[in-house]
């Protein structure tokens, strides 16, 4: 085996230490922001949560159509909820930017 085989296993060797080593700190830190995101994204739920209750004591004798409106799974629904983009009909000419 030639010595410039072994030097350059060597040096790969190394090489694939670092790159074990970033992936170890990018995953770490990864994980970091998870954690800090789901704090986060909890006070979030308990804030919604929060406002939903009061609004439910609120409208639950005054106004039954507000009623819904804090309640936790209507909430869901109006975030999700996606505008298609308008679609010409056969035949007409497509909307410009402004129009639209």
């Known amino acids: 085996m030639p010595e410039t085989l072994a030097a ?3 040096e790969i060797g190394a090489i ?6 970033t992936k170890y700190e990018i995953v770490s830190s990864r994980k970091v922001l998870v ?9 979030l739920y308990d804030q919604l949560t929060e406002i939903c209750k009061i609004g439910k004591i609120l409208f639950k004798q005054t106004d039954k159509a507000k009623l819904k409106d804090y309640t936790f799974s209507y909430l869901m629904k ?11 009909k056969p035949g007409e000419q497509p909307p ?5």
Do not use: F, M
């Open 8 to 10: 350059k296993l060597n």
């Open 16 to 21: 694939l230490a670092d790159n074990r080593k």
């Open 35 to 43: 954690q800090n995101n789901l704090g986060l994204l909890n006070d």
């Open 78 to 88: 109006q975030v999700r909820r996606v505008e298609k983009p308008v679609q010409p």
């Open 96 to 100: 410009t930017e402004t129009e639209q």
